[in-house]
């Protein structure tokens, strides 16, 4: 109801100011050029507004990528990632080289040939040598740009399974990622939608004996240097699997295994120890100490300090919680890595432990029924009636 009456406001306030003009046009004296045609002073005013003009585009350009370069993607982490990185260095070097050429003629000309008493256009109707030139020239660029990019994309795309990659399985659901490490053997066990119930959140089919090993857990460790598969699943609706630190990205979509591979070349300790990012964590949690200070004051409660972590985000608008749906990754060393996935529980000894749980509760409750709920966080709940 405000934004309407907001909206009517400015209407109203519009038509008073037009109402206004044409008072003020009225008014005017007799001797006031009322012609509709652009008198000298016009003309010449017209003119220099248009060198103006070209000055301010290119301060302001000069100044967005001066003062806005800080908030650049730091190195790639992966190792496909600086062939994108350098495609995406030379398409914007192109751009920019047309747009300032282009603009700087398209501006130039237009103060240089301005309207002036006694001058003439000249009628040129066509050349077929400049035709070509302005036509041919674009035609080399965007085809040469064109198939860089195929080959990028193909190089990136093509996993090749000789190179031993580890298998992983990033599940999407409204709102949040689940990891399925695929164990031992290296082999997913199959899945299904129509095996969600209680604890197998990701629907893992418990007669495939591949399964029994795999891990399920919401944070996503990496090996550094190890090539990676990652096979992605949704649950509900299209997400996106977005990781721009390693310049990744697919999406999930339900119905359908994607996939993408990757191999992480940095690891979080060492992105963390970097130059760029010891200088922005810096800047971030000098902007965190002010707000604590404003909190305290208010007798809220600080913010932590800040510190870097790599991100796996969605990124496709997927619904209210949409903003929040991320996972953590930790990139480490292979024994790093190794230690931790032994400390995980297989999702066969999960089920196993389940299925303990609810005999003993059976047998001590023999009459009871047995209900099981996912509650919101994906715990299960043992409820007995
Ligand atoms: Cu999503």
Request: aromatic content about 12%.
């Amino acid at each position: 109801m405000t934004v309407f009456l907001i909206i009517i406001v400015i209407a109203l306030f519009s038509v008073t100011v037009w109402q206004m003009s044409k008072i003020f046009d009225l008014s005017r004296g007799p001797n006031t050029d009322s012609s509709q045609v652009a008198s000298q002073k016009d003309n010449k005013v017209n003119g220099y507004l248009m060198l103006m003009f070209l000055v301010f585009i290119y301060v302001i350009s000069i100044y967005c990528f001066w003062h806005y370069s800080k908030f650049y993607l730091p190195e790639a982490a992966s190792e496909h990632g600086s062939e994108v990185d350098t495609l995406m260095f030379i398409t914007l070097a192109l751009i920019m080289f047309v747009l300032v050429l282009t603009q700087g003629l398209l501006h130039w000309f237009a103060f240089k040939y301005r309207g002036e008493k006694g001058k003439k256009a000249l009628f040129f109707a066509d050349n077929d040598k400049l035709e070509f030139i302005w036509t041919i020239i674009p035609v080399i660029v965007l085809a040469g740009l064109i198939i860089y990019g195929l080959f990028t994309w193909s190089d990136i795309m093509n996993i090749n399974d000789e190179d031993d990659p580890l298998v992983i399985e990033i599940y999407a659901y409204q709102f949040d990622w689940r990891a399925r490490y695929s164990g031992e053997d290296n082999t997913l066990g199959k899945a299904n939608v129509r095996f969600i119930q209680g604890v197998n959140q990701l629907g893992v089919d418990e007669s495939d004996p591949y399964g029994n090993d795999d891990v399920i857990i919401n944070e996503l460790h990496l090996p550094v240097g190890r090539p990676v598969l990652f096979k992605f699943r949704s649950q509900d609706v299209l997400h996106s699997a977005f990781f721009p630190h390693f310049r990744a990205q697919m999406n999930v979509v339900p119905g359908m295994i994607t996939q993408f591979g990757f191999t992480p070349t940095i690891t979080s300790e060492e992105m963390r120890e970097s130059e760029y990012m010891v200088e922005k964590v810096g800047r971030i949690n000098d902007i965190r100490k002010d707000k604590s200070k404003e909190l305290m004051a208010a007798g809220e409660v600080p913010l932590d300090s800040y510190e870097f972590e790599y991100y796996l985000l969605c990124n496709k608008i997927c619904g209210q919680g949409h903003y929040n749906m991320q996972m953590k990754i930790v990139v480490e060393s292979e024994e790093d890595y190794k230690a931790w996935i032994k400390e995980q529980q297989t999702f066969g000894a999960t089920m196993a432990a389940v299925a303990d749980v609810s005999s003993v509760d059976v047998s001590t409750n023999e009459d009871d029924a047995l209900e099981e709920d996912l509650d919101e966080e994906g715990n299960t709940e043992t409820e007995l009636e």
